[in-house]
C-alpha cells in the first residue's frame, strides 16, 4: 500500500503508525512521550500531523503515534495547522520544563511565544508518563500520576516510600527532561522518598548496587552471584583462569 | 555453525592492542574504556587475560532485560543490544557474570561485544594470535588435542 507524505508517495504495511514510517523515512516529527520499547501512547500530542483521508471533507490532526495506517491516506508534517498546534505545545511545555535543551530547540524552530504571566511551578515533568511505563516493564509499577487536572503529577502512592520501588533509576534514565531526582551518596541511593543502602563489591568494596536489584535479577535469570562489581568480575575470571592454567 | 572468539591467554602478551582497535572501530577512539574487550594483567604473575563476551546461548543479560532489547543475532550468534529500545535500566551490567556488559556515560549507551558482525576487529590485530575467531567445535577439538598430548606425556612419563 502506498500513503502519500508530504506529497512524496511511500509504501508502508498496514497497521504501522504514521510516526513508525516517518522515522523510517527520516522525516521529522518532533516526540516526548514516544519510545521504541513502548510504542506511541499520544500523551504528549507533540507528534501531532494533519491526515487528508477519504470520504472526508476536512482534514483531521492526529497524533502519528497512535495512528495505524490501514488505507490510502495523505499526511502533511509540517503544514501551518500543524505548526501551529506545535507552537502552542511548546509553548506550554517551556512553562513546566524550560531548562530542557529539546525544548528549547523546539521553541526556537516554531518561533514559540514566551508565557510570563501563566503561574506554573516549572518542576520540569511534562507528564509524558515514560517513567511510569519503564517501571512497569521492569514488572514493579512503583510509581503512577496522581491527582488531576492542573495538580496532575508523578509519585508514588501517598508520596510515601513503597516496597516495589527497588531503586534502579530506570525512571530517572529514560525521563526526556531529567526531572526525575535521585541522590547517589557513596553507599546509600534516595529516589522516590526511599533510601537504599548499597550493596559493596566483596572484592574492591565499591558500592554497585541495591539489594533489592540484586534480587530482582536472582528472580529474573535464577542463579546467585557472587556480590562482585562489573569490572572486578573480569579479574576474577582472570584469576579463574590463571588458576586452571597452572 | 556458529563461530566463537577464542581465547588462548598463554599466547597474550598484554600489548592491549586488542582494546585500541576495538574502541577504534566502534567509537573512533582510542579509548581502552570504551573498547568491548579488555585485558586483565596480573603483573606479579606476567599473566594477561583478554576478557571477552562469551555470547552465551542461555544469557544472563537477555533473561534480565525487562524490554528485550538484547537478542541474538541470527547470523553471528552475538547478542546485540538494541539502542532504541534499551531503557538504560543496566540490569544487564549487574547481571553478567563476567562483567563483560557496560554502560558507557558519555555516550548513552550499553555496551558490549557484537563480533563487529562476524568479522571481529581484535582478531585481526592481535599480534601473538591470542584471540581467534573459530567454529566452535574446532576451538574445542584443539583443547582436547592440547589435553591428549598431556595425557601422553604422563602416560610415556609411566612407562
Known sequence: MFITINNRQIEVQTGET????????????????????????????????????????????????????TATIEVFTESDRVQQVRRTLVMLLKRRAAQD???????????????????????????????????????????WTVLRGIDKRIATPY???????????????????QAITFLEDGEKRSIWNKTFTLVSCERCGK??????QLEYMREQ????TAQICEPCRKKTLASQVEKYQN | MSKVLFVEPEKCTGCRTCELICSFTH???????????SVVSFEKTGFSFPAVCQQCSVAACMQVCPVGAITKDQLTGAMKV????????????????????????????????????????CVKFCPSGAISYREAYTANRSKRKATAAKFQEVFEEGR
Open chain 1, 18 to 69: 504514521i510516526l513508525q514510517v516517518c522515522r523510517r523515512e527520516n522525516i521529522f516529527i518532533p516526540t516526548f512521550c514516544y519510545h521504541e520499547a513502548f510504542g506511541g501512547q499520544g500523551a504528549c500530542r507533540m507528534c501531532m500531523v494533519e491526515v487528508k483521508e477519504n470520504g472526508r471533507n476536512k482534514n483531521r490532526l492526529v497524533a502519528a503515534c497512535t495512528y495505524p495506517v
Open chain 1, 101 to 143: 535543551p529539546y525544548i528549547e530547540e523546539l521553541a526556537h524552530k516554531y518561533e514559540a511565544p514566551l508565557l510570563p504571566k501563566l503561574k506554573v511551578d516549572p518542576q520540569g515533568c511534562i507528564l509524558c508518563r515514560l517513567c511510569i511505563l519503564a517501571c512497569e516493564k521492569m514488572g514493579k509499577s512503583a510509581i
Open chain 1, 159 to 177: 508520596d510515601e516510600e513503597t516496597d516495589e520501588c527497588m531503586g534502579c533509576k530506570a525512571c530517572a534514565e529514560i525521563c526526556p527532561t
Open chain 1, 207 to 212: 558500592p554497585y548496587a541495591t539489594r533489592e
Open chain 1, 221 to 224: 535469570t535464577g542463579y546467585e
Open chain 2, 27 to 37: 567509537v573512533g577512539e582510542f579509548n581502552p574504556l570504551r573498547s568491548r574487550v
Open chain 2, 82 to 121: 538494541n539502542d532504541k529500545t534499551c531503557l538504560r535500566c543496566k540490569m544487564c551490567t549487574i547481571a553478567c557474570p563476567f562483567g563483560a556488559t557496560f554502560y558507557d556515560g558519555e555516550h548513552d549507551a550499553i555496551i558490549k561485544c557484537d563480533l563487529c558482525d562476524g568479522d571481529p576487529e
